[in-house]
């Protein structure tokens, strides 16, 4: 499902199935986890391959990164398709997963700032 692309030092690359849905979200998720447990703190996720993402995929993708942030770590995501990041704008998502337009880009971006409940946080709207 996840295929790693590069593992160096905290830092894994791994490329995102062509569905990310409610048949494989939980799957993918749990080989996130299993990344996050051996050490990584920066999971940058390549989408250059999904082709179809639901609101399972989303939720998969909070998940791991609350994962990530219980152990100060972070998510990218890279390279989503243009209609998906029409949709991430419109339902808001790239305020809480921004896009890196490619996986060098992702890996060379600074650390993100507030964490994922903060940037749910719509208490200050």
């Known amino acids: 499902m996840l295929t790693v ?3 160096q030092g905290n830092t894994t ?26 050490g990584c703190r920066t999971l940058v996720l390549d989408a250059s391959q999904v082709q ?27 390279d989503l398709s243009d209609h998906y990041q029409q949709v991430w704008h419109v339902l808001g998502l790239d305020t809480m997963f921004p896009i890196a337009p490619t996986v ?8 993100t700032g507030p964490s994922l409940d903060e940037r749910l946080d719509t208490s200050s709207m």
Do not use: F, W
Not at 19 to 31: F, I, K, L, P, R
Not at 104 to 111: C, G, K, T, V
């Open 52 to 78: 179809y993402l639901d609101s399972s995929g989303i939720s998969m993708l909070i998940m791991v990164t609350r994962a990530l942030e219980e152990r100060d770590g972070t998510l990218r995501i890279a």
């Open 5 to 7: 692309r590069m593992r």
């Open 104 to 111: 060098n880009a992702a890996l060379e971006s600074p650390a």
């Open 13 to 38: 690359v791994a490329r995102l199935p062509e569905a990310v849905d409610y048949d494989t979200a939980s799957h993918v998720g749990d080989e996130c986890k299993s990344l996050i447990k051996q």
